[in-house]
């Protein structure tokens, strides 16, 4: 179990020089077990592909593509880890090669036991690919992406995000899809406090496709789309798997849809464009919506004759500010719906752990919690075990 460096094989991760050759070599010589140390800044004009299982990439350092059509660090092979690293591209314009994404996971065949931990990836986003399983992402920040910030596709399974944060995306924040040309759609995935900001083409969240997916305590906003985007898609571009089994828990959505009327998505959308693919089981709770700047509605489920939706849900919402014409729009299907409130709120200053206190539980939110003002009563976030829901403090 070795640490190499890419200074062993010629770097000088300065920052300027061009170090692709080392980079390349240094990834040559690892075997299973070593670590492969960045500490420098290193700029590169081609893939650095880990093909070695058992790796660990980390040091502090840079990598810094300056290809936009093939930036990619490239993991394939199984249990390897990347932390503690920054990814960069030198990029204006969006790219549609798999290798424009600054960590590109799969795109050589599956990959198991993927983690990555406190990475900073800038100018394009992380990709999962291959029918990839058994992931952790783990308080990964992506800034100024100009596609998706966090991309799952290719029938991805069993994968776990902890705290992603996407700042200033050109496409969705963090994004499950699902193609009829996969094999499968993604499953058993579940994300845990996202945080989206200033999505100026796209929406914050979205499953479009995909089976038993779990999305807890969001905190998204300045989105130009919907904040949260459930789809089935059938059309000239994308024809998708209809999701099921879809879980939104919990969380605060504040001026979503600002492109409004194009799109016209409200903050949070379930959509079906098919007439033979339904929806089935999406189930949406615990969220405060504020200044939702659409012009038709708040929250929509619609979908027509074959192509609707079943068995899916809405309670426990709190729509405050500015709002458009509809709190809620139902097509195509019936949606169970039980403690909507709409009234005139007033939010308190993040985080509200340092005035309130829940003497039953913990206030939630790893990025702070928000209490609200509605009919005389403050209400704020609670999780007490595996439940979480809206409290009033009397």
């Avoid at 496409?171 to 200033?198: F, K, M």
């Avoid at 979503?256 to 089981?281: F, K, M, W, Y």
Wanted: glycine share 14%.
């Amino acid at each position: 179990m070795a640490t190499l460096k890419p200074e062993q094989y010629g770097a000088v991760g300065d920052g300027r020089a061009n170090d692709t050759a080392a980079l390349a070599a240094t990834a040559t010589a690892l075997v299973a077990g070593d670590t492969l140390q960045l500490s420098g800044s290193y700029r590169h004009s081609s893939t650095v592909k880990i093909t070695k299982s058992g790796v660990r990439v980390n040091g502090g350092g840079q990598l810094i593509g300056t290809d936009p059509r093939s930036c990619s660090l490239v993991i394939a092979a199984n249990d390897i880890t990347v932390e503690d690293i920054s990814l960069t591209v030198l990029a204006t314009v969006r790219q549609a090669s798999l290798e424009s994404a600054t960590l590109l996971v799969g795109s050589l065949g599956p990959v198991r036991g993927f983690r990555a931990r406190r990475l900073h990836l800038d100018g394009s986003g992380l990709m999962m690919r291959g029918r990839s399983y058994g992931f952790v992402l783990e308080d990964i920040l992506v800034t100024g992406s100009l596609g998706d910030g966090i991309h799952m596709t290719d029938g991805v399974h069993n994968g776990l995000i902890l705290r992603p944060t996407v700042l200033h995306a050109g496409d969705d924040g963090v994004a499950v899809v699902s193609y009829l040309s996969n094999p499968a759609p993604c499953s058993d995935i579940e994300i845990r406090n996202p945080r989206v900001r200033d999505v100026y083409h796209g929406r914050g969240i979205s499953v479009v496709g995909g089976t038993r997916v779990r999305i807890n305590d969001l905190d998204v906003s300045q989105t130009s789309g919907a904040a949260v985007y459930i789809a089935c898609e059938d059309n000239v571009d994308w024809r998708t798997y209809a999701p099921r089994d879809v879980t939104v828990r919990g969380g605060l959505v504040t001026a979503a849809n600002t492109t409004a009327p194009a799109p016209d998505h409200g903050a949070v959308l379930v959509v079906n464009e098919s007439t033979n693919r339904p929806i089935q089981g999406v189930r949406v709770s615990g969220l405060v919506i504020r200044d939702t700047h659409a012009i038709f509605r708040v929250i929509g489920f619609l979908g027509g004759p074959g192509g609707g939706h079943t068995g899916c849900s809405l309670t426990d919402v709190i729509v405050s500010g500015s709002s458009p014409r509809l709190v809620t729009q139902i097509a195509g299907g019936t949606v169970s719906i039980a403690g909507l409130r709409v009234g005139v709120t007033q939010f308190v200053p993040h985080p509200v752990e340092t005035w309130l206190t829940n003497p039953n539980g913990q206030v939630s939110g790893a990025h702070g919690s928000t209490a609200v003002l509605l009919n005389g009563s403050f209400w704020y976030k609670v999780t007490t075990g595996n439940t979480s829901g809206w409290q009033r403090l009397t």
